[in-house]
């Protein structure tokens, strides 16, 4: 019995088989990063802008895709990928850059779907006009950064837009026909503790958009952050694993039953990881999740409301 929607069970109903991806650096950086917001970036965000497992920049995407075609080979059997730009904001350039990108990264008959994660903030009508047209030629999956839907909270961790603006664009994105992933972060400051249902309004939030999947992060601390600065200087409340455990499991519940579990924790870089450092056995976790699940007798969505809220309900 799958006890929530999974990222694999997705793949294998939209393409008819398993796929795997190929992490691309297009290049891009970030407004909250190059001083077009003059703020620094968010505060948990590293220096490879969470591309540090994606192929060489100063490389062409055709030659990153053949050299993370290479090096997949020696660990998966499948022959079909997606391309996905990973670092930093990938819609974050020209409209003319972009269509370039997608179409070197659609290019190959093996590259089934292109994913890109980017900023709710970064998609101007030109871009959203691309999007569209490439759109048509292979599948676009576009994941966002939202970590919360509290603006108090977002602008703690130096989110840098409303989030309006992420409605805004999640709706301007499934009127065009693309695939929309949310990213979340549980155990941000301030909603850890007596502030824990804000996570939970997160995913109430999320319930009320046309999103079609979700990725789901532990908070990670990591060096040459503000954050890991912030933590090594006076340490605020870190969830265990178990911790971490219940609060995904009741996010789970909450889930509305549609919407795909594309990740349900994140392993950063263990070079820079400060903490926690439970997060690096992903095998364990996984494994604690589905015993929650199973000892709860549980699944997503057995907590969900079928009502008429719209997001200001939840900010």
């Known amino acids: 019995m799958e006890r929530y929607r999974s990222y694999s069970t997705f793949l294998k109903e939209f393409f008819g088989k398993k796929l795997y991806k190929i992490c691309l650096d297009g290049g891009c950086t970030c407004p909250n990063r190059d001083g077009s917001l003059g ?13 540090e497992f994606s192929e060489d920049a100063s490389l062409s995407v055709t030659d990153q ?18 391309a996905y730009f990973q670092a930093f904001t990938g819609t974050y350039t020209d409209p003319d ?11 190959p008959d093996w590259i089934l779907a292109v994913a890109i994660g ?30 919360t839907s509290n603006d108090r909270t977002a602008r703690s961790i130096n989110r840098c837009y409303p989030t309006a603006t992420f409605t805004r664009a999640v709706h301007a994105l499934h009127e065009r026909g693309i695939r929309v992933c949310a990213h979340i972060i549980l155990g941000l ?19 009320t958009l046309p999103v079609s999947g979700i990725k789901i992060s532990m ?13 090594l200087k006076d340490p605020f409340p870190i969830y265990s694993m178990e911790e971490y455990i219940r609060v995904l499991v009741n996010c789970i519940e909450e889930l509305r039953e549609d ?20 997060i690096c056995d992903k095998r ?31 900010i």
């Open 118 to 147: 980017t900023r709710p903030d970064c998609l101007p009508e030109p871009i959203l006009d691309v999007l569209s047209e490439m759109n048509r030629v292979k599948p676009i999956f576009l994941e966002m950064g939202l970590q």
């Open 189 to 207: 400051p301030g909603e850890t503790g007596s502030r824990e249902d804000l996570q939970y309004q997160t995913i109430r939030y999320l319930n």
């Open 219 to 231: 908070l990670n601390v990591l060096k040459g952050t503000k954050l890991g600065e912030d933590y």
């Open 97 to 107: 850059r972009l269509r370039s990108m997608l179409s070197q990264a659609m290019s």
């Open 65 to 82: 895709l053949k050299r993370g075609r290479a090096q997949s080979a020696r660990k998966y059997d499948g022959d079909c990928f997606i």
């Open 259 to 278: 919407i795909v579990i594309e990740r349900m924790t994140g392993d950063g870089p263990k070079d820079l990881l400060i903490a926690p450092r439970w």
């Open 39 to 51: 703020t620094g970036g968010c505060i948990f965000c590293s220096a490879g802008g969470s591309g």
């Open 284 to 314: 364990r976790v996984l494994g604690g999740i589905q015993k929650e699940l199973k000892e709860r007798g549980s699944r997503q969505g057995i907590r969900s409301e079928k009502n008429d809220r719209t997001f200001s309900d939840f």
